[in-house]
């Protein structure tokens, strides 16, 4: 059998601010900085989701995109999207919604809608230069 | 002379939402529909500021792009970065940050630092897919 | 009033050859090359629908990008996408479908669909490398 | 030695439909949608070949980047670019052209035309959104 | 007659340095900065030709795009790329190569080729981030 | 322990030529083509260091992208751009800047910035279509 992976991408605008609550507000300045506003500040983030496994020789697909997409607006667009994670999505509620956390959650979401057979990767691009991978 | 044009691009960071204070509440869901979320949104906003005007021949410039770029910096980028537009940066106290408004706070705010011998022209993204030019 | 711009992108995936039946196929194999293969070739093609005309001081607004959004979804993605433009696209049973010619013909559809107090403009990408704008 | 990396990007235009002969119309048209088109659609398609192996250090190459341009120009792009992928590549013809299927054809085909001592991987855009890699 | 507008896009890549041999080397240094290195430092240079006129009815072009591949290739790539501007391109012996003057050079090699009939229009990348329109 | 990648984005415009001087002009002109060009050339070069390790829970960072951008920016930006990267990178004294020795010397350099306990990994642009990774 034939191993391959089919990437797709999505995207979702979200407001997020970084804080850790066990810290005074003087550290989380030192370490967060600008991310660190009260007020909050925000982002396009670019998601792209890779799905590993093996080739179905019927139909010539890893996995049909269409159902890859639909999961990916359900899941994760309609729940992300023109949000404020720290307030309004749960994950994120005694959660830093750094890029890299932000990946997991949407990795560990993913993962439990696509069946265990494939193998999973998130690439998160907060800004176009910075960028997370999960897993490693 | 040479008249030119040259382009800068720019970006930054920042949480918004959509609002009309002399509306009800129902009408600015209506409107604004996701981006009247009183939580805020974000978006990475990406900015060309387009600067024309004759060729200086000594130089073979037309401004000095690290002028230019400093320009951008002092007076867009660090006032709108990692901002809450709405309740950080005076200008939209009392108008929507929509990117049509976004945009004219830009080009009059720089109006100002750029020599008057030189037309400017502002192209700002809000996301890949929504733009906004000003002036027409 | 401020007059200014929004830009909508959108893209659709098609095949088409170009071929003029008023000429021979020796004729036609020499002016479209590899174009003019009788049994089709296809692009992801990618368009820019830029709208200009006066801000809306109420919503600050230039036109509503949802509703731009959908007139283009309905009007020309549903229309264009996965299809033969030669064989199943109407304006082309006459008309070359050249890059030139699709714009101009996308161009005309939305020009009914939308406001007359606004002017429109149209930029579509056959390839990365291939562009075409109209009006001029 | 140094392993190392080069990766050379390239890209085609072509048609063609998703099928499987096997099936019922109504069944491919179920599983495959738009892209079962008996009319065809098309696609600009970007391709990655990675080719990977130990560092020359008498050049400084790990392969002659112009060699490996000129592989993919002879094999790849002469043979797909404006091409109805099902009429018109024999590997096609009893294959669907997935994106997956496609990058494998064109895996197996670089294959013989580049030294065994090189591992080779190809990433291949079908549109914006939708990427396969092969091998996994 | 419809009036409409093609771009092809092209690049090359060159080293270059920007100096002014009436100014002293201090003024130099001044005025252009890390661009006054005298062991030159170089760009990746990406152009768009912009051809604007009447679409021809017969053919459903503007301007046959492989012709203008071609006058772009032989007239600008060929000559730029790879070329060290400064000492190699006859137009900067006396010109200091500014990503403006490369565009007038540009569009005044071009007007020289294309056709009287139709408008050019240079848009030049030095970088990602500074681009050059000419004319104005 | 979750392990995770990040990835910083940087780049920097430089001036190279590729030359073996062990070769007779002869070879190095076979060899090495228009690059050989002994009055330069040059490119923008993209750069993409990728770190990976494990998340800290803490502050839910792999590592502070602001101090993997700032060690970036003094030990590799400030060190090549607009250099000669011949004439004045001590490094390429006697190594040939082709874009795989250029990758190795930058991931050479960050290794000895960068804790241990991250693995790092480079990705070069030389050209939007040439990229070079190490290690393999």
């Not at 990437?7 to 850790?20: D, T």
Request: net charge negative.
């Amino acid at each position: 059998m034939k191993k391959i992976s089919v990437i797709r991408k999505a995207h979702f605008n979200a407001a997020h601010r970084l804080h850790n609550p066990n810290w005074t507000d003087e550290k989380n300045k030192d370490v967060f900085g600008l991310c660190n506003n009260p007020n909050y500040h925000g982002h396009n983030y670019d998601l792209e989701v890779k799905v590993s496994g093996e080739l179905d020789p019927e139909t010539g697909y890893l996995i049909d995109m269409k159902l890859l997409k639909d999961i990916i607006k359900e899941k994760i667009e309609l729940v992300f999207d023109h949000k404020n994670l720290n307030v309004e999505v749960p994950q994120f509620k005694n959660l830093n919604p750094t890029a890299e956390n932000i990946a997991i959650v949407i990795y560990d979401i993913l993962r439990k809608e696509i069946d265990e057979k494939y193998d999973i990767h998130i690439r998160l691009y907060e800004t176009a230069r910075n960028i997370v991978e999960y897993p490693y």
